[in-house]
């Protein structure tokens, strides 16, 4: 059971969290999270120091979440070709979950490119792993000539291409079409099947 501290420590991050997809990093103050809190600035400075502390947090959380479930699926049983499958599909499902971060990652790169390369230096290993595993599969499976020859770079760029193109179109495709939520969903739910297809005719003999 969380302690007041925590509650109060895992409920700031939260907001941050909200408060930076919103709007963005620059726009984002940490007045407006404690107000948004319910709590004084000094509390909220008490536990993450600055605001580039919150979202070295966010950040962290967010690839910590997404790689360990990735890294789960290699664990697993199955075929190459499946593990690929659900590897696209958790990809998509966690971008799902979080519909406006790929909108946010998008406007913070083109904003402040800078930002992110002491991020990826602290937290690089994390897609490092991932690639690494991935890497020694794919090679296996293209030697034993059980799938058709692609390196991990250009099947890895494939899936987050293919995968991040939906959400940064759902905006504007809610706005012209006017889709209710659950129609966006049905579309979301295609799309996922598609990309799966997709990718799998690329590397299937």
Request: charged content about 25%; overall charge negative.
């Amino acid at each position: 059971m969380k302690t007041e501290g925590e509650y109060m420590e895992a409920r700031i991050l939260k907001t941050a969290e909200d408060l930076f997809l919103e709007q963005g990093f620059a726009k984002t103050t940490m007045g407006q999270i404690a107000h948004r809190v319910g709590c004084n600035q000094a509390l909220v400075h008490y536990y993450y120091r600055t605001k580039e502390k919150l979202f070295e947090q966010v950040f962290e959380e967010k690839i910590s979440y997404i790689a360990g479930h990735i890294l789960a699926i290699d664990e697993g049983e199955g075929s190459f070709e499946e593990k690929i499958a659900r590897m696209v599909g958790a990809h998509f499902d966690f971008l799902v979950q979080n519909p406006f971060f790929v909108p946010f990652i998008v406007g913070e790169l083109l904003d402040n490119p800078g930002r992110f390369a002491p991020l990826l230096d602290r937290h690089g290993h994390y897609p490092r792993e991932i690639f690494s595993m991935l890497d020694v599969e794919l090679q296996r499976e293209v030697a034993r000539g059980t799938i058709r020859p692609i390196t991990t770079f250009d099947l890895v760029a494939t899936v987050m291409s293919l995968n991040i193109a939906p959400f940064l179109m759902l905006p504007a495709v809610r706005h012209v079409t006017t889709l209710p939520d659950d129609a966006a969903e049905e579309w979301l739910a295609a799309r996922r099947g598609e990309i799966i297809e997709t990718v799998l005719s690329r590397i299937r003999l």
